[in-house]
């Protein structure tokens, strides 16, 4: 793929984190605001809060889009870093093999933890 | 820093060079000279110096002494700078010059600019268009507006003398980067509204060695002796890159001639008359 699409994906991602993070912000450490609005009416840490998230479509779709993000937004960088420090195309090549497979690795992983979450 | 030991005030420059023979030395070492200043002496005016008066197997490559070729580009008192182009009385009274960063050195302050000018052919830096058969035989000119010439006629500029590179923090971690020069003139054919080469030029740029490995350090912008700003010339490459040339379409040959216009051919003068005498 072009670097250019590769680059542009970096952007959409760091966008989503955005959004996705605000969210978490919101949900997770202005909960105490959120309560005052009315929003939310149990502590957001507490066991049967988080289950109640995980189980429904929206909480696994936004656990694992928030990975994707963060992931891609992530690893991007990295190989970008690690291209410059060792710059030569068999490294190049090392690195981006790298980087692909701990990404898959990890967000199958984590798609396989937020599936039975749903389940609970 | 440097310890000062020439003086500007009763006019004796201390001139501190790098000097490499790949012969003898494994690497470069300092050597220094005292130079007389003159009036309007450049860096490169107190080399001559050097070369002519003190020690003729100095090394540096120059050629028109006014700052157009790009031939004397070294590295002055930590800043890449064309030696012709540079006023000792700039500089102090100690002035440290060593070749081009990010280059190697044939000898002394010569550079290899090998590597720049393969960099620079790799991106295909000529017009390319499809009605090739009016690019091989023209038979007009292409229309083009100022506007148009507006957009890339500053890095039409550029002298290829390989400061930029020099000053680049990427290209200094990053070998396989091409480097501000080679993107820069990218830009300068694909905003000319003659171009119509993107799709083949962006096989070679769009890569992380290539647009994308650029940190926008800015420091090629700031080093150009003819003041091209290659950091923005990548910055349009990479939009270009999305969403295309800045010009809609390509240029077309002027339509027609305009009203009186006369070829060379029929506008020679016809012969004067003979003298009536």
């Given at each position: 793929?072009?670097?250019?699409?590769?680059?542009?994906?970096?952007?959409?991602?760091?966008?989503?984190?955005?959004?996705?993070?605000?969210?978490?912000?919101g949900?997770?450490?202005y909960a105490s605001i959120l309560a005052l609005l009315g929003w939310v009416r149990e502590?957001v840490?507490?066991?049967?809060?988080?289950?109640?998230?995980?189980?429904?479509?929206?909480?696994?779709?936004?656990?694992?889009?928030?990975?994707?993000?963060?992931?891609?937004?992530?690893?991007?960088?990295?190989?970008?870093?690690?291209?410059?420090?060792?710059?030569?195309?068999?490294?190049?090549?090392?690195?981006?093999?790298?980087?692909?497979?701990?990404?898959?690795?990890?967000?199958?992983?984590?798609?396989?933890?937020?599936?039975?979450?749903?389940?609970? | 820093?440097?310890?000062?030991?020439?003086?500007?005030?009763?006019?004796?420059?201390?001139?501190?060079?790098?000097?490499?023979?790949?012969?003898?030395?494994?690497?470069?070492?300092?050597?220094?000279?005292?130079?007389?200043?003159?009036?309007?002496?450049?860096?490169?005016?107190?080399?001559?110096?050097?070369?002519?008066?003190?020690?003729?197997?100095?090394?540096?490559?120059?050629?028109?002494?006014?700052?157009?070729?790009?031939?004397?580009?070294?590295?002055?008192?930590?800043?890449?700078?064309?030696?012709?182009?540079?006023?000792?009385?700039?500089?102090?009274?100690?002035?440290?010059?060593?070749?081009?960063?990010?280059?190697?050195?044939?000898?002394?302050?010569?550079?290899?600019?090998?590597?720049?000018?393969?960099?620079?052919?790799?991106?295909?830096?000529?017009?390319?268009?499809?009605?090739?058969?009016?690019?091989?035989?023209?038979?007009?000119?292409?229309?083009?507006?100022?506007?148009?010439?507006?957009?890339?006629?500053?890095?039409?500029?550029?002298?290829?003398?390989?400061?930029?590179?020099?000053?680049?923090?990427?290209?200094?971690?990053?070998?396989?980067?091409?480097?501000?020069?080679?993107?820069?003139?990218?830009?300068?054919?694909?905003?000319?509204?003659?171009?119509?080469?993107?799709?083949?030029?962006?096989?070679?740029?769009?890569?992380?060695?290539?647009?994308?490995?650029?940190?926008?350090?800015?420091?090629?912008?700031?080093?150009?002796?003819?003041?091209?700003?290659?950091?923005?010339?990548?910055?349009?490459?990479?939009?270009?890159?999305?969403?295309?040339?800045?010009?809609?379409?390509?240029?077309?040959?002027?339509?027609?001639?305009?009203?009186?216009?006369?070829?060379?051919?029929?506008?020679?003068?016809?012969?004067?008359?003979?003298?009536?005498?």
């Amino acid at each position: 793929m072009r670097e250019s699409r590769l680059w542009a994906l970096h952007l959409i991602c760091g966008a989503g984190l955005l959004v996705l993070l605000s969210l978490h912000m919101g949900v997770m450490h202005y909960a105490s605001i959120l309560a005052l609005l009315g929003w939310v009416r149990e502590p957001v840490l507490s066991f049967s809060s988080v289950a109640e998230r995980g189980r429904g479509a929206a909480g696994a779709v936004t656990y694992v889009l928030l990975l994707g993000f963060a992931l891609y937004h992530g690893l991007y960088g990295l190989r970008g870093i690690l291209g410059e420090i060792w710059s030569t195309p068999k490294a190049v090549r090392f690195i981006n093999a790298g980087v692909v497979i701990f990404g898959l690795a990890v967000l199958v992983y984590g798609v396989t933890v937020a599936a039975q979450a749903a389940r609970l | 820093m440097a310890k000062l030991t020439g003086d500007t005030e009763s006019g004796v420059l201390t001139l501190r060079v790098a000097r490499y023979n790949p012969e003898q030395d494994e690497a470069a070492r300092p050597q220094e000279w005292k130079v007389k200043i003159l009036p309007g002496m450049t860096v490169l005016d107190a080399l001559f110096a050097i070369k002519e008066e003190q020690d003729g197997s100095l090394a540096f490559r120059c050629s028109c002494r006014m700052g157009v070729c790009g031939s004397c580009g070294m590295f002055i008192n930590g800043k890449p700078r064309l030696a012709c182009n540079t006023q000792v009385s700039e500089l102090g009274s100690v002035v440290e010059v060593a070749p081009l960063p990010n280059h190697d050195a044939i000898k002394d302050l010569v550079p290899d600019l090998s590597l720049t000018f393969s960099r620079h052919r790799a991106v295909l830096p000529y017009l390319m268009r499809r009605d090739t058969a009016e690019m091989e035989s023209p038979t007009r000119e292409y229309h083009q507006t100022p506007e148009e010439l507006a957009r890339y006629v500053q890095f039409t500029y550029c002298l290829k003398c390989s400061l930029c590179l020099a000053a680049c923090p990427t290209a200094a971690t990053k070998e396989q980067f091409l480097g501000p020069q080679a993107l820069g003139q990218v830009y300068r054919y694909v905003a000319d509204s003659r171009d119509e080469g993107l799709a083949e030029r962006a096989g070679v740029v769009d890569a992380s060695h290539g647009v994308f490995g650029c940190h926008l350090a800015g420091a090629c912008s700031e080093a150009c002796p003819k003041g091209v700003d290659p950091a923005l010339a990548i910055q349009l490459l990479k939009r270009s890159l999305f969403s295309g040339p800045p010009h809609r379409s390509a240029a077309q040959v002027v339509p027609a001639f305009p009203e009186g216009h006369q070829t060379p051919e029929a506008a020679v003068r016809p012969k004067a008359p003979p003298p009536s005498v």
